[in-house]
């Protein structure tokens, strides 16, 4: 199956070191050997320090955007850097460049595209576009929560949830140049929209993420709550 995979940047380049990106080099090597995958980074702490500072010296919103889109494309670099001959040797610059470089049989991995959004909305509208089996959100909560549970101890996780629970879960959402939320509102219109399969879950440890993708590529019933995460049914 094709499988779009979006990794934080909150995962991926927590501190900036090459270990995250070792890690998770191997675990998509071994994922590769079934399924095939496009990999979508995303900027985390390093995006939102370039945009604090870009703010802050006058750039406006789309001006920041594009910051963190460079920083994306920065963390897709270094994970191409460790998965080595496994990816394609170039980080695509919009959908189209993705689609092609799926002939090459290598691990595609790309940052963001255009202003006004996030990578999770990059990696849905891909999901979309190429008519990929699954879509795994890899962040740093085990799922969607009613409310941010590093700020609400109250908030609850939902196991499963509709698309159109997911939209009005994170409508609230400000869409500033590096706003946190699980998925960005964008991402959940364009799951609402097309209604393909999707997974929002714990990315810190590649070898969940693995086993999920194998389990769902195994399974025939979809309908199952998922460990470390929230499945988004239609
Ligand atoms: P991220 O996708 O990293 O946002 O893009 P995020 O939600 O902060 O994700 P984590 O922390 O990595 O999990 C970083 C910033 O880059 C710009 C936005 O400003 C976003 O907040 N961006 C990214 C775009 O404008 N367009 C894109 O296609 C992607």
């Known amino acids: 199956m094709l499988v779009i ?77 460790a998965l080595g001959d496994a990816a394609y040797n170039a980080v695509p610059h919009d959908y189209k460049e993705a689609e092609k470089a799926l002939s090459s049989g290598k691990i595609i991995v790309m940052g963001g595209v255009i202003p006004g959004q996030t990578t999770d909305a990059v990696s849905a509208i891909l999901t979309e576009y190429l008519n990929a089996d699954l879509l795994v959100i890899a962040t740093a909560v085990d799922g969607v929560y009613s409310a941010d549970p590093r700020e609400d101890p109250n908030a609850a996780k939902y196991e499963t949830m509709t698309a159109k629970e997911l939209v009005n879960t994170v409508m609230t959402t400000e869409m500033k140049a590096g706003s946190k939320s699980p998925v960005d509102p964008l991402a959940a219109k364009i799951i609402e929209r097309c209604e393909f399969e999707t997974i929002v879950m714990d990315g810190s440890n590649p070898q969940d993420v693995l086993e999920v993708v194998i389990q769902e590529g195994n399974t025939t019933d979809r309908k199952s709550s998922i460990r470390l995460g929230t499945r988004i049914i239609g």
């Open 5 to 81: 995979l979006s990794i934080g940047g909150s995962i991926l380049a927590k501190e900036l070191k090459p270990d995250s990106f070792l890690a998770y080099a191997a675990a998509l090597k071994e994922l590769s050997s079934e399924h095939d995958v496009i990999v979508v980074t995303g900027g985390g702490v390093a995006a939102r320090d370039y945009i604090s500072v870009a703010r802050s010296t006058g750039s406006n919103e789309v001006e920041c955007d594009y910051i963190g889109i460079d920083i994306t494309r920065l963390n897709a670099k270094l994970l191409i850097s």
